[in-house]
């Protein structure tokens, strides 16, 4: 059926179809027939507008984060888009499936330069850099089909951001439309059978294997575990992998806990994720590297793997494990091995003590299945190496980007899409101020985030280098902050502080109980450092 609509309309619709009905964005002039729409689409779109683009992009981030879903970021074009760069980069370091819809100014003056409202010199060169999929709507007819490729881009292949641009006069205009067709759902792909059979005779004569995960595991959490079990592999999850196999599997092994095993490690499996901290940093030896990614680029970027399978892990790894036991490939049983490399790594950081205390009492607030948002902070970066993580999708960290800030707002987004998950944001007293208005935010949406801010007046991770690398040369990193109880509290959250992992406790639990956005401000020094273990 075809019908009249404006091209926010079509747009809406087509969002409509494929259920993408939360959006985390800001109005303003460019967007404005879009917001039109959503107001006439009444209560089928929970709308979250942010206090700026920032926070809506990296609200929508955290929620495809939490989810693995795709989530939607709408922001004005020019400053506006630019203002969300910093997330839709962390976006495609993560593999983040965000629909990044920006507003455009008229078509007719895109490229000219006549200092329109909100022009920038050639935006889609902007955007395509940091998006697998980028389009323009150029007619509300277009709009269906555009989203829906936009969709299929961040289902298929390797998940990133998919961006579109609906210019201002596209929006407005009025024509027939057909009804919208929601994209299907990705089938698995066709099984590399040839893969797999070297995998399989590569695996019947290891000795000890090792198995690295990172994002592109996420979803194979079961498999993952069944592999390593059946090989009695160790698992190795970074920033992006914690959680894939739980921290109580006695397989499970923290980056720096796993470097002991790397010099008799015969057979490296990469599953989802590069291994580029120990293939780049923990020496050259004679091993074999199995890898299947679902990006045919990342195979020879570290090292040409022996066996190389393209395709995704959800058809690849139950192929692989049938395959195992056919073959009857199993493992020689290593569970008084792992049981001293977690010993001997509980020894050994036994220095990060204050960053333990502080990440068990977070630990026991948040229960087994609650999300941890880490940040470019002391106790952020301890939780890398230090905190448990039993269940996929419930770490979710900033991965390579490095992105200051990223933490609180995020932590928003996932606490947003998963209402009834206990969601926590740890930040430092720099990082947090980069967003903090979005307590505004979360106060007027009723987003009942817990943040644990650690307030020690500085950028402290520069602070530290300064101090230790370049002989106390300490410039440009102490901070002067706000009164926190008096800031927190002014957007109508709540405010809460400690002083030691005791006072945190009670905190958290009353915190976690009143279901309230609440800031609980912990008053620390300097920290030992984790960098003794990178």
């Known amino acids: 059926m075809t019908k009249y609509q404006t091209g926010g309309e079509a747009v809406v619709a087509s969002l409509e179809a494929h259920e993408l009905t939360t959006v985390f964005g800001l109005p303003g002039v460019q967007n404005d027939w879009l917001y039109n729409a959503f107001y006439d689409a009444g209560d089928k779109f929970r709308i979250i507008h942010t206090r700026h683009e920032q926070g809506a992009a990296y609200m929508a981030l955290g929620a495809t984060m939490a989810t693995g879903t795709p989530s939607v970021c709408n922001v004005v074009p020019g400053p506006g888009a630019l203002n969300a760069g910093a997330a839709l980069a962390t976006a ?41 999929f980028y389009d323009r709507v150029t007619h509300p007819a277009n709009a269906g089909a555009t989203i829906a490729a936009a969709v299929e881009a961040m289902n298929t292949g390797r998940p990133r951001p998919a961006t579109i641009e609906v210019p201002m006069d596209v929006l407005e205009q009025r024509a027939p439309v057909a009804d919208q067709t929601p994209v299907a759902a990705p089938a698995h792909d066709v099984v590399d059978e040839e893969g797999i059979e070297k995998a399989v005779s590569v695996l019947a004569g290891a000795a000890r294997p090792m198995i690295f995960v990172a994002n592109g595991a996420q979803d194979v959490s079961a498999e993952v575990t069944e592999l390593a079990e059946l090989l009695q592999a160790p698992v190795v999850g970074y920033r992006t992998g914690r959680g894939i196999v739980d921290s109580d599997n006695p397989l499970s092994c923290f980056l720096p806990e796993a470097k002991p095993l790397w010099g008799d490690t015969d057979v490296i499996i990469a599953l989802g994720g590069s291994a580029r901290s120990a293939l780049l940093g923990w020496g050259k030896g004679k091993r074999t590297l199995i890898r ?4 045919q680029t990342v195979h020879g970027r570290y090292g040409q793997p022996d066996v190389a399978i393209t395709g995704r892990l959800e058809s690849h790894l139950p192929a692989l494990l049938e395959a195992l036991r056919t073959k009857g490939v199993r493992g020689v049983e290593r569970t008084e091995e792992m049981a001293q490399i977690h010993a001997d790594w509980k020894e050994r950081s036994a220095v990060l003590d204050q960053q333990t205390a502080y990440l068990s009492v977070i630990r026991e607030a948040l229960g087994r299945d609650g999300i941890f948002v880490d940040e470019l902070t002391q106790i952020g970066f301890a939780s890398r190496i230090l905190l448990p993580v039993h269940t996929p999708r419930t770490f979710i960290s900033t991965g390579y980007m490095g992105t ?3 933490g609180f707002p995020t932590a928003l987004g996932a606490k947003a899409a998963k209402p009834d998950t206990r969601v926590l944001s740890v930040t430092g007293d720099g990082g947090f101020m980069f967003a903090a208005t979005e ?22 991770n520069v602070q530290q280098m300064q101090r230790d690398l370049y002989g106390g040369r300490v410039i440009a990193t102490d901070l002067r902050n706000p009164n926190f109880e008096g800031f927190v509290t002014s957007f109508g959250a709540d405010y809460a502080h400690a002083s030691s992992p005791a006072e945190l406790a009670p905190a958290l639990d009353a915190a976690f109980r009143s279901g309230r956005p609440t800031v609980v401000e912990v008053t620390v020094g300097n920290m030992v450092s984790v960098d003794r273990f990178r």
């Not at 299947?292 to 990006?295: H, L």
């Not at 987003?447 to 500085?458: D, H, M, P, R, Y």
């Open 292 to 295: 299947i990614d679902v990006d």
């Open 92 to 132: 495609y370091g993560l593999n983040a499936k965000m629909l990044f819809l920006t507003g455009q100014i008229p078509q007719k003056l895109i490229g000219r330069e006549m200092g329109t409202l909100h022009e920038v010199p050639d935006q889609p060169g902007m955007l395509r850099s940091l998006s697998k």
């Open 404 to 406: 200051l800030g990223f």
């Open 439 to 460: 307590l505004a935010t979360a106060v007027q949406h009723n987003i009942g985030l817990v943040t644990v801010l650690f307030n020690n007046g500085q950028y402290g």
